[in-house]
Structures are given as structure tokens and as C-alpha cells.
């Protein structure tokens, strides 16, 4: 028997291939649809995950408007953000956000799913969130799949 063959190989910057992937937002369920694009970021899909090293792929999801919210959640769900001064507390409806603008809505539930340190600020550059079905990243080829294969 091959004692080699039980190492455990830890993933670096240097060995991680990155690929990108081109996700259609069109009629997909916001909190599922996110979730799913966290996995990928985090790298979670492949076979040589490391919990520390960003070995996911870059994302680029396109008709950001057009994400569904089941229930009353457009009207109900609230977004709140403080300016750190007494009575600063904002809030502001998904409803009124996907108005104003529609790619944070997606940009909020994706960063609440990545890890809350600076892997996750890392990993959250990798995400291109665009409106409409037009962005800037065709020369890096991205390949287009179904977010229902991921599990």
C-alpha cells in the first residue's frame, strides 16, 4: 500500500485555478440563488476546498433586476444601516432598493453568506454583479452554468 497517496493536500494562491463563471439572475429565488453563488466564490464545489485560501471561481451574474423574492418580502423585508450619530438609524424597504439600485440587493445577500473576515472581503471581489444582460468581462471567456447543479 501507498502511504503517499493518503497526504492531505492543502490548496495555495499559487496551485488554485481560477476559472469564471457567467450566472443568469433571471426568475431566481433571491436567499437560493445567492447561496449557491457563495459556494462558488468560496470555492466550496471543488475537490481541493482549503477553509483558508480563496479558491473559489469569479462570478459574473447578469439581470440583477430581475430577482424574485417570494411572500411579502419586497414590501416587508427592510435593509437597516446606521451613521454611528444619535437618531443616524436608516431603513429602506427591498422594494425601494431594487429601484434605486438593483445590483445591491443581490450584493448584500451574497456578502452575508462569505466568512466575515478579510478572506471574506477577498472573496467578495470576486463577484460582478451587472444589470441587464450586457457586461465588460468577454475577453476573459466565462463559461455559463446552471446554479441548479451545484449542491
Avoid at 466564490?41 to 417570494?70: Q, W, Y
Avoid at 436608516?90 to 429601484?99: A, C, G, I, Q, R
Wanted: aromatic share 6%; hydrophobic share 35%; glycine share 6%.
Amino acid at each position: 500500500m501507498d502511504t503517499l497517496s493518503y497526504k492531505t493536500v492543502s490548496a495555495n494562491k499559487d496551485t488554485v485555478q481560477k476559472e469564471w463563471i457567467l450566472v443568469d439572475a433571471k426568475d431566481q429565488v433571491l436567499g437560493r440563488f445567492a447561496s449557491r453563488v457563495a459556494i462558488i466564490l468560496r470555492g466550496k464545489h471543488k475537490p481541493s476546498f482549503t477553509p483558508h485560501v480563496d479558491c473559489g471561481d469569479n462570478v459574473i451574474i447578469i439581470n440583477a433586476e430581475k430577482i424574485v423574492l417570494t411572500g411579502d418580502k419586497l414590501s416587508q423585508k427592510k435593509y437597516i444601516r446606521h451613521s454611528g450619530y444619535p437618531g443616524g438609524q436608516k431603513s429602506e424597504t427591498v422594494e425601494n432598493l431594487l429601484k434605486r439600485r438593483p445590483a445591491a440587493v443581490l450584493e448584500k445577500a451574497i456578502k452575508g453568506m462569505l466568512p466575515k473576515s478579510r478572506l471574506g472581503s477577498e472573496l467578495f471581489r470576486n463577484l460582478f454583479v451587472y444589470v441587464g444582460e450586457e457586461h465588460p468581462h468577454e475577453a476573459q471567456q466565462p463559461k455559463t452554468i446552471d446554479l441548479n447543479t451545484i449542491k
